[in-house]
């Protein structure tokens, strides 16, 4: 095991520190203090190829310019929340309206867009970046002095094991989430429309025109959300279903997940042979087909011009738009409570 440090940029004056941990098997993560952003995951595949299997920029005026979330820990709130405000206890928070008139990710400088303090550790068998965050009352509109730290534990079994904690002085809001976009190609030598992927959901959540959950939560049953038995990613494409149109030709949609810690997601690109298991105790995950990156000016990934499906994001967390669905899980942290989960993604080979 190995971790390495050097200098990745500067915002405001302040330097980015680019980490990367290096397993026994030659598998690397090379991930910001900033944002917590993953940049890189090179991983084998089944012949021994070692490429880059996520999107991300080798440099940080790429990511303030272009980048849609690439690799970055989204909080304090990952997904929607309708009309940018909530009442929690009584008392009424505005957020910003970052997304038509809706919230998304957290606001204008959400958990992406700061630089987190760093510790790192070495282990025989595994090495850990520990990133620690104070998000300060009233940050982005939120409640309360909440002290995030993130983990991310690369071991000698291919595995990312990502743990989130959270505490607060005050009842607030907390759903974050991982927002890598996985293309099991390797180097995006293709798009992800042939990934097959495997969920073990049979419900998912409805979406408005604005992508906003209308409260409604349908059965997977005889449509393309169904992806209990293993689906290409392109049936979405060219479904017809009224839900793939809304998210402009494709899936944006979180699912409600039936079992955890049971291989309950599972992405498999067949000509690589690249696998990526995801293990998680939350309740859901959204799945995004990258259907927006076709961006109004064009910018390149790593030489790569960006296109629609180049890379699509597995983003475990809680249900968007919950504090106005009491039906849906909670997502309000109260006061003195404890947030913590954990996902692992286990890299494989399928032979
Ligand atoms: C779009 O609707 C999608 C989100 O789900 C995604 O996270 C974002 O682009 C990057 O807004």
Known sequence: MEIMQEDYGEIDGRTITAFTMVNDHGMEITCLDY?????????????????????????????????????????????????????????????????????????????????????????????????????KSGEEGYPGNLLMKVTYTLNNKNELIISYKGESDESTLLNVTNHTYFNLSGNLKRDILNHQLTIKSRKFVELDERLIPTGKILSVENTPFDFQNGRKIKDGMTSGHVQNWIAGNGYDHPFLLTEQHNKEIILLDEESGRELIIETDEPAVVLYTGNQLEADESYSIRGVPSRNYLGLCLETQGLPDSIHNPHFPSNILKKGEVFQSVTKYKFDIKS
């Open 35 to 135: 944002g917590c952003i993953i940049t890189k995951i090179v991983a084998s595949d089944r012949n021994g190829h070692f490429e880059n299997i996520v999107l991300g920029f080798d440099s940080i005026e790429e990511y303030q310019k272009y980048s849609p979330y690439f690799g970055a820990i989204i909080g304090r709130f990952a997904g929607r929340i309708k009309n940018a405000e909530f009442n929690l206890n009584g008392k009424i928070y505005q957020l910003a309206k970052n997304n038509n008139d809706n919230h998304l990710h957290g606001g204008l400088q959400g958990f992406d867009k700061v630089f987190w303090e760093t510790k790192t550790a070495l282990e025989a068998d595994s090495t850990k970046l520990e990133f620690t965050y104070l998000s």
